[in-house]
């Protein structure tokens, strides 16, 4: 049986950072970690090829060699999608589908094959038993949430990591918080489960033996969901393999009230942990009560921001705009809370209903759906719902942020603040090749021939001044800035 896994292609958007992989010689930020996993778990005797479009194009050669096709994606790949589904079908090959997309709308991909949705540790060995009897069935779904100790290690060799600015591990899914616009509980349920630290080290034994030195992303959508696991199984765990693999920093996606926790911070640091995702969504209280947000609620956010970023883990934040409770003076209360917090990495975007969410419903029951389909797309200034703000305002303030937080000026002065509250990680890159290319790269692109040109060299000069050791850092966000006002113009006008 010859197997051909196909990742679509990702659009421009902030997530991307496909300017600055140029910057590095790097094609795409992460490697298809679901379709890895799902290789994995399939019999062994297989022949498994994996294309990512986001590396190379698919070929018809590629496709004529299938005898089956396994696609997984994301709304925002939902173009790309299309195209694979209908190359598939022009020549003839049998598509099974799963993922984040084909389980949020299946009735949406008539075309495919088989549905293999939910999580695979449930349905796929179903799909797999069928089809060795020969009755494979159209679709299959699962209430059940699986354990995940009997999740493989990926298989990375179908993927040739030099092409990735980062690879990717997955710790737990599940978030006890219940958003009403996040679809994640939908998912995964509240209750978080985890792999057992030795999986994880197994991953990342893996991953060094193939001699991957670069960063980490823990793709959980909330690490502190099981916080005593976290504390007592598995930073324990890091910080001892930490010790005899040097330079393999770690980031991932975590909740606010990580600031409450100095020992845990301290922790994830000593693990290998120099970055956090948060999802700060406003500063409005209102805003936040509506969205059932409880965890941010009657905090000192800007506070909470400095004390992580202070324990030496920067901050990467998501904002949302468009909530029911928003009132014009939301916008610039955004941008003062951005520029103020020194979140660097801000990623902004307007409010959308997902499939399955209590938003999605609650709207649905109003009228204020326009349209089922997400775009998962934050640069596209666009949302499926009716807002209680007039539309064109809150267009125009959301592009009005990203106008201002993305100028030269806003975000070289957000790097400054950053810098200047920021403990230096501890564990940080090797000084590789291609990151040494990359300095020389940003001093040419930005330096010389960039807008930004004064900003990046008041940047350069007071971080050798006063904090030399973070210099290939401040190099990193200026590169991220170019990424980021790239985005910008190209796609907010």
């Known amino acids: 049986m010859n197997v051909l896994l196909i990742y679509p292609e990702f659009p421009d958007t902030f997530w991307s950072f496909h300017y600055a992989l140029k910057f590095v010689g790097r094609r795409s930020a ?3 970690l679901g379709l890895l996993t799902v290789a994995a778990m399939l019999p062994e005797q297989w022949e498994k090829r994996l294309i990512d479009l986001n590396i190379r194009p698919l ?3 590629d496709v004529a060699w299938a005898d089956y096709v396994f696609v997984s994606a994301m709304a925002v790949q939902r173009r790309s999608v299309r195209d694979v589904l209908d190359r598939c079908r022009e020549a003839g090959v049998r598509i099974v589908a799963g993922g984040p997309l084909f389980t949020n709308e299946p009735e949406a991909f008539p075309d495919v094959d088989h549905l293999v949705l939910n999580e695979a540790e449930v349905t796929l060995p179903r799909f797999l038993a069928d089809l060795a009897r020969g009755t494979p069935e159209r679709v299959y779904c699962a209430t059940e949430f699986p354990d995940l100790h009997t999740t493989p290690v990926p298989l990375w060799g179908l993927a040739d990591l ?7 591990v997955q710790y737990s899914r599940g978030c006890p918080f219940d958003c009403e616009f996040c679809n994640i509980t939908t998912l995964f349920g509240r209750r978080p489960r985890t792999k057992s630290p030795g999986q994880i080290i197994a991953e990342l034994d893996s991953l060094w033996d193939m001699g991957w030195r670069g960063s980490v992303f823990f793709v959980d959508d909330n690490l502190l969901g099981n ?3 976290l504390k007592e199984e598995l930073l324990p765990a890091l910080i001892a393999w930490q010790k005899g693999h040097p330079g393999m920093p770690f980031n991932t996606e975590i909740s606010i009230n990580l600031a409450d926790d100095d020992e845990l911070m301290q922790m994830m640091v000593q693990a290998g942990f120099g970055a956090v995702f948060i ?5 409005s209280d209102g805003s936040l009560k509506e969205c059932g947000k409880i965890q941010n609620r009657g905090r000192d956010l800007v506070a909470d921001v400095r004390r992580i970023q202070g324990a030496g883990l920067e901050v990467q934040g998501g ?7 928003d009132t014009p003076d939301i916008f610039q209360r955004q941008i003062d809370f951005i520029q103020n917090s020194g979140i660097v990495t801000a990623m902004v975007g307007l409010l959308e209903a997902l499939p399955g969410t209590r938003l999605y419903e609650r709207l649905k029951r109003e009228n204020r759906i326009v349209e089922t389909a997400t775009s998962g797309d934050n640069a596209d200034a666009t949302t499926n719902i009716i807002p209680r703000m007039n539309l064109d305002s809150l267009r125009e303030g959301y592009l009005h942020i990203m106008r201002h937080i993305y100028a030269p000026r806003n975000y070289y002065r957000r ?3 950053f810098l200047r509250q920021y403990k230096r990680p501890h564990v940080t890159a090797s000084i590789s ?6 300095g020389l790269r940003s001093a040419v692109r930005l330096g010389i021939l960039g807008r930004e040109r004064f900003h990046y060299w008041r940047l350069m000069a007071w971080t050798v001044l006063h904090r030399p050791l973070l210099l290939p850092h401040a190099v990193t966000l200026a590169i991220y800035g170019h990424h980021f006002r790239k985005v910008c113009e190209r796609h907010l006008h």
């Open 279 to 283: 999802g700060i969504e406003t500063p």
């Open 30 to 32: 992460f490697p298809p």
């Open 415 to 417: 790097v400054l603040t």
């Open 59 to 61: 070929r018809q050669k």
């Open 162 to 168: 030099k092409r990735y600015g980062s690879m990717n």
């Open 433 to 438: 090749r291609d990151r040494a290319l990359a």
């Open 319 to 325: 904002f949302i705009v468009g909530f029911d409770g």
């Open 227 to 229: 916080k005593r696991h």
